[in-house]
């Protein structure tokens, strides 16, 4: 449907609930814009699109973990300053932000498919270019390399809706399950990496060979949807009209508060550890289980929200467990880091919560693409002020007690977003 003065109309499945998803589309890429039954899809399709989404899925936190495990060696080696220190964990949420508005555009220009292709170039370039042990480097490989990570953050909802829309929930677990898993191994593999390689920029850019990976493995995606695309009848749908309902600002704002706290968490985390007279090696293991945690959580909380009326209660659980893991990590002492890594794992695992809600909202691919690219650019707009935030608190007061207070009080008020978000399914 073209822009108009008026908000486009959201389809009831946006409604706090995890509903059926709609019917899948008939052609990839396209709205069917016939009778609307969907048209069978080649087995080989569907297999190749299975690890299309795992081999995306896996990356799209690895990049961003891998640097963060190594912030500390890589200012020691690199040479670089506390501005440059605070700038360069807040690259991804700005690159999410300000790339990833331009995913609608891209995506009607291109397709869906074309579009996580060469986002998946962009990512596999810069991950690789930020293996050369150079600040200018470094900062320039993960402007590129994020920036391809923004579209397909973005995308991915409807990548999913149009590819598994009778297996949303399913396949946006496979999805999230995957992004934690690549990032768990990544956070406690690249310090024995970087050892390893005696380089903490080599170690990074090896990281690139797994975009690369996921770079092949979408290809056969890609040609498949070229060769069936009808383009002709898919249309555009701008995201910015969605600001004006209560649904697209609840959804925005519940997606920027757990962007902010995870970026957060996952930009400063182990380096917090390190600075507070944990070893590297051990900082990356506690990251790694904050990380793993959030994996079985995130299925725990998707199983515990498809049931009827129990959402509400989904939302709760991770949000206050979300301000548990807080309250521990500035009152334990780092020797007990265990505990705070355990409860903020759970409370990361938000994430697919949010995501289901995402794929199934809309009535069509293109108005899921709308939806996706306003809370997630407006969101990782927002959430930059997390890790730079921290990073320039923490320069500031020479200590982490403020900065994690201030995520503090935000994880409060995601427990009140998340109440008025399931108003409807208490």
């Known amino acids: 449907m073209p822009a108009s003065s008026q908000p486009p109309a959201l389809d009831p499945a946006l409604e706090p609930t995890l509903a059926p998803a709609p019917a899948p589309l008939a052609v990839t890429g396209a709205e ?3 009778a609307g039954t969907p048209a069978p899809k080649p087995v080989s399709a569907v297999v190749f699109g299975v690890i299309a989404l795992v081999l995306i899925g896996l990356n799209l936190r690895a990049g961003i973990t891998g640097a963060s495990a190594l912030l500390h060696d890589l200012q020691a080696v690199l040479g670089y300053g506390a501005l440059v220190a605070a700038v360069i964990p807040s690259i991804p949420t700005l690159c999410f932000a300000v790339a990833g508005a331009a995913t609608s555009w891209l995506t009607g220009k291109l397709g869906v498919e074309k579009a996580i292709l060469l986002a998946l170039a962009m990512l596999a370039g810069g991950l690789l270019l930020r293996g050369i042990p150079a ?69 990074v850019g090896a990281i690139g060979f797994t975009a690369v990976a996921a770079f092949l493995g979408f290809i056969p995606v890609a040609l498949h949807a070229h060769r069936n695309s009808t383009r002709a009848a898919s249309v555009r749908v701008s995201p910015w009209p969605l600001l004006r309902t209560r649904k697209g600002q609840l959804l925005t704002a519940i997606f920027s508060l757990q962007a902010l706290l995870a970026y957060a968490l996952l930009s400063w985390f182990p380096y917090l550890l390190t600075t507070q007279g944990m070893s590297a090696s051990d900082s990356g293991l506690m990251f790694g289980l904050m990380q793993l945690v959030s994996v079985p959580a995130g299925m725990i909380l998707i199983a515990i929200g498809s049931r009827p009326r129990m959402l509400r209660p989904a939302f709760y659980l991770v949000s206050l467990t979300m301000v548990a893991g807080l ?100």
């Open 135 to 203: 600040t200018g480097m470094l900062v320039a490989g993960s402007v590129l390399g994020m920036s391809g990570l923004a579209v397909c953050n973005v995308a991915m909802p409807a990548f999913i809706r149009e590819h598994f829309a009778d297996r949303t929930s399913l396949m946006t677990a496979v999805y999230t399950v995957t992004m934690t898993t690549g990032a768990t191994v990544t956070a406690v593999a690249v310090v024995p990496l970087a050892q390893a390689l005696g380089s903490p920029s080599a170690a």
């Open 327 to 426: 309250v521990t990590l500035m009152a334990l002492p780092v020797d007990l880091a265990f505990i705070p890594a355990v409860l903020l794992g759970f409370g990361l695992g938000i994430f697919p919560l949010v995501m289901v809600m995402i794929s199934r909202s809309g009535s069509t691919t293109s108005e899921t693409t709308a939806l996706s690219t306003l809370a997630q650019s407006t969101g990782y707009l927002l959430a930059t002020a997390g890790p730079f935030g921290m990073g320039l608190l923490r320069s500031a007061t020479g200590g982490w007690g403020l900065p994690l207070a201030i995520l503090l009080g935000l994880a409060v008020v995601q427990v009140v977003v998340g109440h008025l978000i399931t108003g409807g399914k208490k």
């Open 32 to 34: 069917d814009s016939a």
